[in-house]
């Protein structure tokens, strides 16, 4: 009876662990769609309010969910001690430690830090370019985001469940 059970839970414990590769899966797509919001916001804040940088960070900081919110917020607070630091270091800092939980994977990261580089020291219309770029690379993700979330989704649950079933062979 114990090794029932004990088998039991090793193939309920590897199914969860592969429906939560399948839940991670649909978090990055949600994450990746409030970041479009995010610089979609960002770049109305550049071209009709021309806010500065840190201005137009923390008013979109109050609008957006975490942890975006929280790296807008702190990106601006890290802006206004002017302590001679470029916008791209500041940035770049800012998502290795605000968005390192975020399901965002290193190709989105590496895209984000990329934006970063570009603001705060181009004309306004090289900023508003640089945003439209980012937003085009951010759709492109989006896309490939949820043409996967189906199948993959399937697939991390499948082989959780078989991955706890051969543990179980294992061990009996």
Known sequence: MLKIAGAFLIIASASGIGMSFGAD??????????LKQLVCMLRGEIKYTKA????AFLHISARIPEPFGSFL?????????ADGQMLG????AQIKKKL???HLNRTDQNQLETLGEMLGYLDLEMQLSAIDLYLEQLEGNIREADAGIGTRQKLYQTLGVAGGIFLVILLI
Not at 73 to 81: C, D, I, Q
């Open 25 to 34: 899966l649909k978090k990055r797509s949600q994450e990746l769609r409030i």
């Open 52 to 55: 500065p940088l840190p201005e």
């Open 73 to 81: 917020a702190s990106a601006a607070e890290e802006m206004e001690k």
């Open 89 to 92: 270091d500041i940035w770049s």
């Open 100 to 102: 390192s939980g975020a």
